[in-house]
C-alpha cells in the first residue's frame, strides 16, 4: 500500500480500518514531509498491525528525484496528500502561499500519482484513492486558490479513470466536507456537517470496496454543493462564502 500525504489523520484512519479488516502488504510505504512525525505513525502501525512500513520523504514543494522510488509498488494508493494554507486576504494573494497551495494539491501532486498510476497500467490491475474537497465543486472568494486547485485535481482524477478504465485500474474520488483533522484545527465548522476521521475512513473503505467512482464522505454534502451549484451567477457573486 501506498499512502500520499501520511500524517494526514484520514490516512491513519484509513490504513487502520485497511488494516482490520484483514488486508496486509509486503509493505506500506508513507511518503512525507515530515519524517520524524511519520516515524511515529509507522512504529504504530508495526506495533498494533505487525504491518511493516517504508517511509519515503518526499516534499511536493521540492524537486525530487522519482529514481529513488523506482523501486516502490502496490495495487493501492491512497492520495491524502493536501494543504489548505492561508486564506486570509493577504494570504490569497501571497505567492508563496499561493505556490505552496497548488503544488501541494494538484501541480506537484499529479506527477507523483501519475508515476505510479503508470505502473498499474502496465500491470493491467490496482486502485487509486484521492481526496479532492466540496472546494472544488464552486469558487468560493474564501478560498478560491485552494479551490482553484482542488477542481483541477477533481477533473485530473476524472480523466485519469476514463483512462484507466480501460487498462482494469479503478480510480475513486473521495469528495470529504468538513473534518475534523489537524489541517482543519484552526477552523471552526458546525458539528452537524463535520465528519470524524474513522467515520470518514469507514465512509471510504466501503466504496473501495465496491469500487465506487465519486463518494461524499457525508451524503449531505451532495445535497449541499448541488445547490450551491446551481445558484445563477449573478446572485452567487454576491455571496459572502
Not at 494508493?77 to 503544488?103: H, P, Q, R
Not at 482494469?168 to 475534523?180: A, E, K, S
Amino acid at each position: 500500500m501506498i499512502v500520499l500525504g501520511s500524517n494526514s489523520d484520514i490516512s491513519l484512519a484509513f490504513i487502520e480500518k485497511v488494516l482490520k479488516e484483514g488486508q496486509r502488504f509486503p509493505k506500506v510505504y508513507l511518503f512525507t514531509s515530515n519524517v520524524d512525525k511519520t516515524l511515529k505513525l509507522a512504529n504504530h502501525i508495526e506495533a498494533k498491525f505487525d504491518q511493516k512500513c517504508e517511509i519515503i520523504e518526499f516534499d511536493l514543494t521540492k524537486k525530487n528525484n522519482y529514481q529513488m522510488i523506482e523501486h516502490i509498488d502496490s495495487d493501492l494508493v491512497f492520495c491524502a496528500s493536501g494543504f489548505l494554507g492561508k486564506n486570509t486576504e493577504e494570504g490569497l494573494f501571497d505567492i508563496e502561499n499561493t505556490m505552496k497551495i497548488v503544488e501541494i494539491n494538484y501541480s506537484k501532486l499529479i506527477f507523483l500519482i501519475n508515476f505510479f498510476a503508470k505502473k498499474m497500467e502496465a500491470k493491467g490491475k490496482g486502485t487509486i484513492i484521492a481526496l479532492s474537497s466540496v472546494a472544488g465543486e464552486r469558487g468560493r472568494q474564501s478560498n478560491f486558490i485552494y479551490g482553484s486547485a482542488k477542481a483541477g485535481f477533481t477533473t485530473y482524477l476524472s480523466g485519469l479513470r476514463n483512462y484507466l478504465y480501460h487498462k482494469n485500474v479503478h480510480v475513486m474520488t473521495v469528495i470529504p466536507g468538513f473534518m475534523d483533522t489537524q489541517m482543519t484545527a484552526e477552523i471552526e465548522t458546525p458539528k452537524p456537517l463535520t465528519a470524524q476521521p474513522a467515520q470518514a475512513a469507514d465512509i471510504i473503505y466501503k466504496a473501495y470496496k465496491k469500487k465506487r467512482n465519486v463518494v461524499y464522505v457525508t451524503f449531505v454534502w451532495w445535497g449541499i454543493m448541488m445547490i450551491i451549484r446551481n445558484i445563477p451567477e449573478f446572485i452567487f457573486k454576491k455571496l459572502k462564502m
